[in-house]
């Protein structure tokens, strides 16, 4: 089993939207009982973008507090991910949640062990944006972490940031090797490039080799609850996304 977290340091970077998209691209490659989501974003909108209705799910949050096996609240998609929301929880129940991951730093990594998704499988995280126990979590139990960003300014600004964040992981326990994906992509615009090609310079190799193009299309896909991959196959960010799960599955089984 590997276990992907997909993170961010800012918000509204389109880390949920790839996620999914980059999971129902890697299940359209792996094929069905294959590939897995877990939310721990509190704000419990992963399960959108994968189409599925968690109304009766207890959720991530819930299902831990109980102490009960992630596997029973999990939910099919019709596009061969099976996810895991974070829930609908109360605010005194993220509390105690967020409490218990932090007594418990293993806590995601052992509840997906116990979720017996197989040994040739891939699980992927979705996290609020910024450190938090969440972050905590999945630097502790993932095989690789990609960070999320855009090429602006704001997103350019954030990576000490992050590297700092890594830094201070590795003291604690050995961390997964990170990846920068610059995702929405608009080569039309000059400033994009430009900070492309200073990011290009700053990660060198610590960045992705594919970026996700800027494209309406995901945005659309998002309002039919449909990977982009489903919704518009041959556009330009579906290319982009089936060639970086095509990537990641060749890096992860090495």
Known sequence: MSVIGIVSMKGGVGKTTLT?????A????????????????????????????????????????????????????????????YGMAKESERKA??????????WIGTQIDASGL???????IDTP???????????????????????????????????????????????APCVYLVNQVDKSEVLNRDVVDLLSVKLGA????????????VREALAFQQPVLAYAPHGQASHDVARLADWLIDGLSR
């Open 20 to 24: 999914a998209n980059l999971a129902a």
């Open 26 to 85: 890697m299940a359209s490659a792996l094929g069905p009982d294959r590939v897995s989501v877990v939310d721990l974003d509190p704000q419990n909108a992963l399960h959108l973008h994968c189409g599925v209705d968690d109304t009766n799910s207890p959720g991530v949050c819930r299902q831990s507090l109980a102490n009960a096996n992630w596997r029973e609240m999990a939910l099919p998609s019709v596009h061969d991910v099976l996810c895991m929301p």
């Open 97 to 106: 949640f967020e409490s218990l991951l932090y007594m418990h730093p293993d």
């Open 118 to 124: 197989g040994r040739d499988s891939v699980v992927l």
């Open 129 to 175: 944006p910024g450190p938090s126990v969440y972050l905590k979590q999945v630097f502790a139990c993932a095989d690789l972490v990609i960070v999320v960003i855009l090429a602006d300014a704001g997103s350019y600004a954030t990576i000490p940031a992050m590297e700092s964040w890594v830094a201070s992981m590795a003291q604690e326990h050995p961390t």
């Open 206 to 217: 610590k960045m992705a080799p594919i970026g996700i193009h800027a494209d309406e299309s």
